[in-house]
């Protein structure tokens, strides 16, 4: 199976067009699935997240 990302610049609020992104996807072939569409800064946030535990706690543990 492939794989294809799809990465979309807006201005306004990115989680407003996961339905209109979907329904021009499907449009063009119905059996394309969408799945686990996010905004850049959860992917960013997720990236991040255990550098940031770790960050906190060794912070936490060295006073």
Same mark, same amino acid.
């Given at each position: 199976?492939?794989?294809? %990302?799809? !990465?979309?610049?807006?201005?306004?609020? &990115? #989680?407003?067009?996961? $339905?209109?992104?979907?329904?021009?996807?499907?449009? %063009?072939? !119905?059996?394309?699935?969408?799945?686990? &569409? #996010?905004?850049?800064? $959860?992917?960013?946030?997720?990236?991040?997240?255990?550098?940031?535990?770790?960050?906190?706690?060794?912070?936490?543990?060295?006073?």
């Amino acid at each position: 199976m492939t794989m294809m %990302r799809l !990465a979309v610049r807006t201005q306004g609020d &990115p #989680a407003a067009l996961t $339905a209109p992104i979907r329904n021009l996807l499907r449009g %063009r072939d !119905a059996n394309i699935p969408l799945a686990e &569409p #996010a905004t850049m800064l $959860a992917i960013l946030d997720d990236a991040i997240a255990e550098h940031r535990v770790i960050t906190a706690s060794l912070g936490l543990f060295s006073s």
